[in-house]
Structures are given as structure tokens and as C-alpha cells.
């Protein structure tokens, strides 16, 4: 009998703490793009933040929004996807912008001269958005087609997730081969793990599809991978750094 008479409270504490989780799935991904966006329009300098980053968020999220019509997920993982695209196509308008109006080379490259060297390094936004839409109605069509297939949509699943998963491994990387972390945003790699862990535990929580989990403790552990460099690499002793501008293509962050 008690218990049923705070049924009244529960019930709806219930639903308020599902409707929060939701809303952090859907727009807790975007939160550490925020700072790094103001920042960018403040200074009118894009160097420090590596367009690569975009493309492999526009491309992991359209193959999950794909994925969703071979098997559908919990609505807030559809969202967020969303959510990201137009983050990230925001992100790619400002730093196109920034980097045309301090770029010395005046030859402009576009998407439509298909030149594998100036992949993604294109002088208007327009043509990310050609390349998004062309990569988007391939995939479509591809979808669209092997659908009924239970292995390709699983393998779809699986491609969207692992291709998220892997966005901190080039700083990783680059941590290792420079044996330091001068010049990686702390707060955002913080942010990043906090984030991916709350994700991941949604995930197990809400039984999503196993691709989901499995690649969301894969982004933990490189998270935290890249958290114990800062930290390893912060107790050694520091050496004279030679004045050499680092290229924006080593800062993934």
C-alpha cells in the first residue's frame, strides 16, 4: 500500500530522469565543440583544430542514421546523430571561412576537381557539403539495396560505431610519436571521456545493439589512453622546444 501511494511521485521522477538521460545522449556530444567554436570566432584562427575531426563524425553518424533503417535503436541515438551532423557542418563552415580569409594561396580547390591530394581541404564550404551528400546518396543507394540483408546491416552497425570510436586515435598517435602532448586540449579530451563513459553506460543500460557497447569502451579506453600520456608525459623533464610551427594537420584536438 505504500508503495502505491508514491506511485504518484515515482512515476513521474521516473520520466523525468529518462527525459534527462535523453536529452544528455542527444546533445551531451556536441558540448565540447561549444568552447572550441567561440574560440575559433574570437581569434579568427582555425589552426588548432583539425577538420578531420568533422569528417570522421559526419561519416560515422550518416552510416548510424543509415543503420537505424535496417534496425531501429532508441530514438535519442537517432538524434544525436542529428545533432552532430549539424555540429559538425557548422564547425566545417567556420573553419573553412577563418582559413580562406587568412590563406596566402589564392588558387582556389574544389570538390568537383576530385584531386586526392586537396581531400578535404577544399576553399568553400559548398563543397564539404557536395562531398557529405555525395557520400551520403552512395551509401543510401548501397543501403538501400542490401537492406534485407541481416550481415550487411550489422556490418553497418558495426562500421558507424568502430569509425566514432577511432577519433582520438590520430592524437594518440601523435602524442607517441612527439613523446609529448604540448599544444592537445586537456579539457576537451576530459570532456571526451566523460561524455563517452556516460554513453556507453546508457548503451548497456537500455540493451542498444552490442556494436554500440563494444565501441563505446573502445572510445573510453583510447580516452583514457591519451589522458595517462598527458600525465606520463607531464612528469618528465621538460627540454628546450625548438621554435618550429607545428602544421594544423598534427593537432587533432
Not at 31 to 54: L, W
Not at 109 to 114: E, I, K, N, T
Not at 208 to 236: E, K
Not at 242 to 250: D, L, M, Q
Amino acid at each position: 500500500m505504500e508503495a502505491e501511494g508514491l506511485d504518484w511521485l515515482l512515476v513521474p521522477l521516473h520520466q523525468l530522469v529518462s527525459w534527462g538521460a535523453a536529452g544528455a545522449i542527444v546533445f551531451g556530444g556536441v558540448v565540447p565543440y561549444i568552447p572550441q567554436y567561440r574560440d575559433i570566432r574570437r581569434t579568427q584562427n582555425a589552426e588548432g583544430f583539425s577538420t578531420y575531426v568533422c569528417l570522421v563524425l559526419l561519416v560515422a553518424n550518416i552510416l548510424r542514421i543509415l543503420f537505424w533503417f535496417g534496425r531501429h535503436f532508441e530514438s535519442p541515438l537517432l538524434w544525436q546523430s542529428i545533432v552532430m551532423i549539424l555540429t559538425m557542418l557548422l564547425m566545417l563552415k567556420l573553419c573553412t571561412e577563418v582559413r580562406v580569409t587568412n590563406e596566402l594561396n589564392v588558387k582556389r580547390r574544389f570538390f568537383a576537381d576530385f584531386d586526392p591530394h586537396h581531400f578535404w581541404h577544399w576553399s568553400s564550404f559548398g563543397d564539404y557539403v557536395q562531398c557529405v551528400l555525395a557520400f551520403t546518396g552512395v551509401a543510401g543507394y548501397v543501403t538501400y539495396l542490401s537492406i534485407d540483408s541481416a550481415l550487411f546491416v550489422e556490418t553497418l552497425g558495426f562500421l558507424a560505431v568502430l569509425t566514432e570510436a577511432t577519433l582520438g586515435v590520430p592524437q594518440l598517435y601523435r602524442n607517441y610519436r612527439h613523446q609529448s602532448t604540448e599544444g592537445m586540449s586537456i579539457k576537451m579530451v576530459l570532456m571526451w571521456t566523460s561524455g563517452d563513459t556516460f554513453k556507453t553506460a546508457y548503451f548497456l543500460l537500455n540493451g542498444a545493439p552490442l556494436q554500440f557497447s563494444v565501441c563505446g569502451l573502445l572510445q573510453v579506453l583510447v580516452d583514457l589512453a591519451i589522458l595517462g600520456q598527458a600525465y606520463a608525459f607531464a612528469r618528465r623533464p621538460q627540454k628546450p622546444a625548438p621554435h618550429v610551427a607545428h602544421p594544423a594537420s598534427a593537432k587533432a584536438l
